[in-house]
């Protein structure tokens, strides 16, 4: 009886040391709100980088994505910052699903998290109305380059191509 109550014991010893299964990892999600644009600029300080706002409820963001998605897996030299900026409620379930699908889970990705989206859109551009899709190119320099609509990958390599001219 001893030896058979030891034996359970080791069991269930072994089976709680044993290692979980891993969940599929999710794209982690930062809450963009108040202050969030600034906070990203300096984290990206002197390196180029890539931001897009898109949303889920956008038709051309849905083709554009996987596009952006292959551009970022292709130039790891590029920081890519993706920023879910739907007017609609902005839902973290479907809008990683889709950055999951589009190869963007490992991007830098924010999400709107403020009901007054209008100040979060008027610290990152006064003129900017909302409308999406919407890249800012950010060059080592800090200056900006903005693409309203869809952008067009031979636009971003040539950009990147000039950023890497320049750093040498």
Known sequence: MKRLLLAVIFLLACLNAAPAAEAPSEP??????????????????????LVHFWGVTCGPCKVELPLLGQFMKEHSELDVVMISADLVPNLEGPTRAMLEKAGLASAENWIFSDGFVERLRFEIDPAWQGDIPRTLLIARDGTVTTIEGSAEIPDLQKWLDGQKAASK
């Open 28 to 49: 982690a999600l930062k809450p963009f709100v108040r202050g969030s644009w600034q906070e990203m600029l300096r984290s990206h300080a002197g390196r180029p980088t």
